[in-house]
């Protein structure tokens, strides 16, 4: 075989390498993207105190789609394209919140006197399932599923005593408000 066929049979061989590009798999970005730019989903808030004669505070920052979502994508199965790949579509996210509870006051390190405020929220994920496959024959599956996510929002208000003037006091020092 004369070398400049050879040459051309690993140019030929070579060039379907060269023109893919980069060989990271498409869920790299999405697992970095989780790992290092929420680093403050599970920090503790510490709110102002609950003032006497005030309706007590309530749940009502339920989680975020985007929180829902980072959980969801979590569990699911990275394909290998063209042989076995999975998608999720016609995604309905629902919120219920199951606890609203108020703890009595007791100390905290690093935090003092506060309350402990309960907000226990389920998240139902309802989507369609499609799985599909190229190799070694085209085979499609679609099936309608439901996965359910449990996330506690807790927070903490600081106790400063039954006093009214320091509760409002320590109001308007923490939120800067008039």
Known sequence: MSRARLAALLMAAAAPLCGTGCLVQPWAYD????????????????????????????????????????????????GVPYFYEEFQDDITIVKNLLVDRIDPPRFFP???????????????????????????????????????????????????GENPDTQRETLLEMTKWR
């Open 31 to 78: 697992r970095m993207q989780n790992a290092y730019q929420h680093d403050k989903d599970f920090k503790t808030p510490i709110l102002p105190p609950i003032r006497n004669g005030f309706p007590a505070p309530r749940c009502e920052d339920p989680p975020s789609d985007q929180e829902v979502m980072r959980l969801f994508n979590e569990r699911q199965v990275r």
């Open 110 to 160: 690093l935090v003092g006197m506060a309350q402990l405020h309960h907000c226990h929220w389920e998240c139902g994920v309802y989507y369609n399932d499609l799985k599909q496959s190229s190799f070694p024959y085209p085979a499609y599956i679609r099936k309608p599923k439901v996965e359910v996510f449990y996330i506690d929002k807790d927070h903490l208000h600081l106790y400063v």
